[in-house]
């Protein structure tokens, strides 16, 4: 069989084998709707009770009821954007957001901006740090919210949360962050990092697609997500999810177990390869920050090539990456982070993230290199575009 080897684990992860077992029981034989008040009904409850308690100890909640599950990062980060832009409207109807941040967060704003609330997006340097200066400089009397992600999913930048957050805390404004790329890869402790609101998924790390929550300090106020039964303090209406919420709270358990085995696994990991792909290609350029990032993210540009046409050629070999150039559906539009931290659109363009994932292996390493050399070596040949004495 021809090998197969994953390098997009920051796009979705296997779901693990514990993970698997805590869920299958959800499907029959705990199939009662958690809100039946019959034993049926109360044994779903406690599988979600149980799964939401492993979510606020891993994340430092003060109270499971700060936990809301959701269906994944996506409605986590809508729902904290409007909610509660739209619960402090009477405040003022101005956020501030990073220029980095997911399009999850980035279209709500849009969104909003639609609705009559202005956004600022604030800067980042060429690591993709946020500009803590820039933020100061954007708040304004009736600004309510600011959003800043934990970890940026493209190059892996680790933002300085507890700096942005008490920033806004002197202003009186609530700090709200994506931790969907951070969970598992980084300590969060949401009381510590004064967090009032984060988003969080669970296909990034190890558990099922489709779920996630969003942590919503006691006292935050935000607005319904969806209209319809008691479900989630009324916040938030529709039958649990259960299998998936029972392997998330799993999930989440076991990336806090595993939390120093993996990093120091996944570190390795990354510095073989980048050591590997240093030595054997030329005209590269690590993208993002040299040591404040996570272990598990390393985006490369290389030169004179388009990162598609390196992506096509490694799929042919079965190695699964993804283009730090997503490209939008009419244009090569180069990626809004690489162009927020001032990387040249050629450049850009040519970047791919590796991200690599706890099952990677040594010789699923030394796979990736021989093709890849392989791989641009080739791009580099019929490209037209050269530089003077560097093809
Ligand atoms: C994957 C991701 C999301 C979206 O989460 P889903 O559960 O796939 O909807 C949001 N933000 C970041 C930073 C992500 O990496």
Not at 115 to 121: H, K, L
Not at 136 to 162: F, H, W, Y
Not at 356 to 384: C, W
């Amino acid at each position: 069989m021809e090998k197969k080897v994953y390098l997009d684990n920051a796009a979705t992860t296997f779901v693990s084998g514990e993970v698997l077992n805590e869920m299958m029981p959800c499907f029959n034989a705990i199939y009662g709707n958690p809100n039946s008040l019959h034993s049926f009904g109360r044994d779903a409850a406690a599988i979600v009770d149980r799964a939401r308690d492993r979510v606020q100890k891993a994340i430092g909640a003060k109270s499971a009821t700060e936990i809301y599950f959701t269906s994944g990062g996506t409605e986590a980060d809508n729902w904290a954007i409007k909610g509660i832009a739209k619960a402090y409207a009477n405040k003022g109807k101005h956020i501030i957001v990073s220029q980095i941040e997911h399009h999850a967060i980035l279209s709500s704003c849009e969104e909003l901006e639609k609705e009559g609330f202005e956004v600022s997006y604030v800067k980042v340097d060429k690591y993709g740090i946020v500009s803590i200066a820039d933020i100061i400089d954007k708040i304004r009397p009736d600004t309510t919210l600011i959003s800043v992600m934990a970890v940026n999913n493209e190059v892996g930048t680790i933002q300085n949360l507890l700096a942005i957050a008490k920033t806004a805390h002197e202003h009186g404004i609530i700090f709200h962050t994506d931790a969907v790329q951070a969970i598992g890869a980084l300590k969060i402790n949401v009381q510590d990092m004064e967090i009032d609101a984060m988003s969080m998924s669970a296909h990034k790390i190890y558990g099922p697609k489709g779920c996630g929550a969003l942590y919503v300090r006691n006292g935050v106020r935000i607005q319904n997500f969806m209209d319809g039964g008691s479900q989630e303090r009324g916040k938030r209406g529709g039958t649990l999810n259960v299998p998936s919420i029972a392997g998330f709270g799993k999930a989440i358990e076991i990336a806090t177990r595993d939390f120093a085995i993996n990093q120091k696994k996944i570190k390795s990991i990354r510095e073989y390869f980048l050591s590997k792909v240093t030595e054997r290609i030329p005209y590269i350029r690590v993208n993002g920050h040299p040591y404040q990032k996570v272990q598990g993210i390393l985006n490369i540009s290389f030169e004179m090539i388009e990162g598609e046409s390196i992506l096509m050629l490694l799929d042919l070999d079965g190695i699964a990456v993804s283009t730090g150039s997503a490209c939008t559906s009419n244009s090569l539009e180069p990626s809004h982070v690489l162009r927020a931290m001032g990387i040249e659109d050629e450049v850009a363009q040519g970047s791919i993230r590796f991200s690599f994932g706890k099952n990677t292996s040594k010789s699923d390493i030394d796979y990736v290199v021989d093709k890849l050399e392989v791989a641009v070596a080739k791009l580099r040949a019929i490209s037209p575009i050269t530089k003077a004495g560097r093809k």
